[in-house]
């Protein structure tokens, strides 16, 4: 599986952004998906995951609703829409993929990852 992660960008506190990752190379509808970030100095973190379908979802609780996970399985594509972003939302943002149903908090459940995308906000 090989999974392409874009949007971030550098914007200012309270504005928006959407990341998207791209998958290929197997199901997308047989994939769970994660997101995770990782800010300078720190530990690569837990964002959203969402299932197979897309009926379960997960957020840490940093950005439980702010941001949203969704996917298109037509399109092998999900999404992090990021609202009322702020300076510690500042970080490397990872889309990771496996292959096992539900929705995971762990790194280590993720067998597939992106490049990362890099999303800056400024205060």
């Known amino acids: 599986v090989q999974l392409q992660a874009c949007g971030g960008g550098l914007v200012q506190s309270g504005d928006s952004l959407r990341l998207s990752c791209a998958a290929s190379?197997?199901?997308?509808?047989?994939?769970?998906m994660g997101w995770f970030r990782q800010a300078p100095g720190k530990e690569r973190e837990f964002v959203a995951a969402i299932a197979w379908s897309g009926g379960n979802t997960g957020y840490a609780d940093s950005v439980k609703g702010r941001f949203t996970i969704s996917r298109d399985n037509a399109k092998n594509t999900v999404f992090l829409r990021m609202n009322s972003l702020k300076p510690e939302d500042t970080a490397v943002y990872f889309c990771?993929?496996?292959?096992?149903?539900?929705?995971?908090?762990?790194?280590?459940?993720?067998?597939?990852w992106g490049q990362g995308t890099k999303v800056t906000v400024s205060s």
């Open positions: 190379g197997r199901a997308f509808s047989s994939l769970g």
């Open positions: 990771a993929a496996t292959p096992k149903f539900g929705v995971y908090r762990d790194s280590a459940r993720y067998e597939y």
